[in-house]
């Protein structure tokens, strides 16, 4: 039985080929990258890590820590990436939930986390973004010539938590399958080869830049340029020697706020991803009015990877995330139903393929509850698909705003709001209200010396939405709230303004 992930990622590595290059000069040749991560499976296995057993992981990006990631699949163990932004006491309820077998954490956030990990049973080690710490101090003199543990399409490969923004974060399992085939779809779906250098500035804590970005790249046997966090103005000065970029929209916004940007400067670059979060619709038609290049948005998500994309060849329509990706099933349906809804109107998103997790972890009886009798997954986000086929997100179900008995979308009230004159962005909520039972409302982020106000906003929103979708409400903010990936925390909005609509006068 052979290694399934790991594997094809050897058979796609040519050894003398770059793998990573760093800023400050290091260069990983795939020949490298299989040396030492087999080394480091070794110096999990003399830990008596074990097949099935997980891994934690909460450290800064560096090649290291990709090489872990690969080592916890040479292994067969789980690997369990944590943001990096997580406190001690979120780490409590991750280690305590999992149970790793070692928790590997950056030198300075050892001894604070050590008595959590014993607490749960796990041994902390270290490692740091310089390549030191204990965890590595066994590479040098370990062998070279790991056995891969067999591993199946259907075995475990990485637990990743969701955000868990209105209530208990979930443990995704996500098998050795499911990452190598959405791998391989978008590998040929974005005409990927080996000739190609991705510049990496993601985290490697979270779907988008662990197995999209850095999964597609190996298993292409390209090269990516990895940068520890998103600057602008590197970025700028490693395009001429690259060919894509995979980033958020808040990538974007930063590139285009920098007057290196030019259509010279992208010329031999063939391809920008936005994912993660909505791309505004504004950013992606300056963006193309700037470079001649049309960002390619997709729709992915922790427990799926990616479900949908625009055409690499064809339009690339501002505001959707394109079709289906090939072997992935989508549908929209009634959230109550079930019943697939019409052309054009908003449901719930099904998803079915060999991309979708296989569960939820130790949590089998929310696992049954989300999925469909049929195999699909209930996403819990709200979409339609227009009449050319393009799938368009509304936004989360759980943002769904019901005021009055109506429902709406928040997505159509903030695309209204983001095209009037200085609105760089809005974010629209529901809130509590004593007669509405939700009232809409509406924060929104304003170009700086924006001659705005409320009323000039309702006001211009009278002729543009129906009576029950106007916000009762507008707030203005300089920004939003937004998690690492660049997600609006619109959790956080509801409870920031949860008595907006509580006093006695108010509208």
Not at 14 to 23: G, H, M, S, V, W
Not at 100 to 109: D, G, N, Y
Not at 274 to 283: D, F, H, N, R, V
Request: aromatic share 8%; net charge negative; hydrophobic share 40%.
């Amino acid at each position: 039985m052979s290694n399934h992930m790991f594997d094809a990622i050897r058979s796609a590595a040519r050894p003398e080929a770059t793998f990573i290059e760093t800023l400050d000069g290091q260069v990983w040749t795939y020949e490298r990258m299989l040396d030492f991560s087999a080394r480091l499976a070794h110096v999990l296995t003399e830990l008596a890590v074990r097949p099935g057993d997980r891994v934690a992981v909460q450290v800064d990006k560096s090649p290291q820590a990709l090489m872990l990631y690969l080592a916890c699949l040479r292994a067969g163990a789980v690997y369990l990436p944590l943001n990096t932004g997580y406190t001690t006491a979120e780490l409590d309820y991750f280690i305590g939930d999992a149970e790793p077998r070692i928790v590997v954490t950056t030198p300075a956030a050892a001894e604070g986390l050590r008595a959590v990990a014993e607490k749960h049973g796990a041994r902390v080690e270290t490692l740091d973004d310089r390549g030191g710490g204990s965890l590595l101090e066994g590479v040098a003199g370990a062998d070279a010539g790991f056995q891969d543990v067999p591993r199946g399409p259907d075995d475990l490969a990485a637990i990743l938590y969701t955000s868990g923004t209105t209530g208990r974060s979930k443990g995704a399992m996500l098998t050795h399958d499911n990452l190598l085939s959405n791998a391989l779809t978008l590998r040929e779906y974005w005409r990927f080869t080996a000739s190609d250098r991705l510049i990496h500035a993601l985290p490697i804590f979270h779907t988008h830049g662990l197995f999209v970005a850095s999964n597609v790249i190996l298993l292409s046997g390209a090269s990516m340029f990895f940068l520890p966090k998103f600057d602008a103005d590197a970025v700028l000065r490693l395009m001429p020697r690259a060919t894509a970029l995979m980033g958020v929209p808040t990538f974007y916004v930063r590139l285009l706020q920098h007057p290196g940007l030019t259509r010279q400067a992208v010329a031999g670059m063939r391809l920008f991803v936005s994912g993660s979060a909505p791309l505004l619709a504004e950013t992606h038609n300056r963006f193309r009015e700037v470079t001649g290049h049309a960002i390619l948005e997709r729709y992915g998500m922790t427990e799926t990877n990616m479900n949908t994309s625009n055409p690499y060849d064809g339009e690339r329509i501002a505001g959707t995330v394109g079709f289906p990706l090939p072997g992935v099933s989508l549908r929209v349906v009634d959230p109550e139903t079930g019943v697939p809804v019409a052309t054009g109107e908003t449901g719930m998103i099904e998803v079915k393929g060999p991309n979708v997790f296989k569960g939820y972890w130790r949590m089998p009886e929310k696992t049954e509850a989300e999925f469909r009798d049929d195999g699909f997954f209930i996403t819990g986000d709200l979409g339609m698909i227009d009449a050319g086929g393009y799938v368009h997100i509304v936004g989360r179900g759980k943002d769904l705003v019901i005021s009055g008995g109506y429902n709406v979308y928040p997505k159509e009230v903030e695309t209204q709001i983001d095209e009037l004159p200085g609105v760089i962005e809005s974010a629209v909520i529901g809130v509590p209200h004593r007669d509405f039972g939700e009232g809409v409302t509406a924060v929104v982020v304003p170009e700086p010396g924006a001659a705005l106000d409320e009323q000039t906003i309702l006001k211009a929103l009278e002729d543009r939405l129906a009576r029950y979708k106007q916000p009762k409400r507008v707030i203005f903010v300089e920004e939003l709230p937004r998690n690492t990936m660049g997600k609006v925390q619109k959790n956080i909005l509801r409870q920031d303004y949860a008595d907006l609509y509580q006093t006695a006068d108010a509208s």
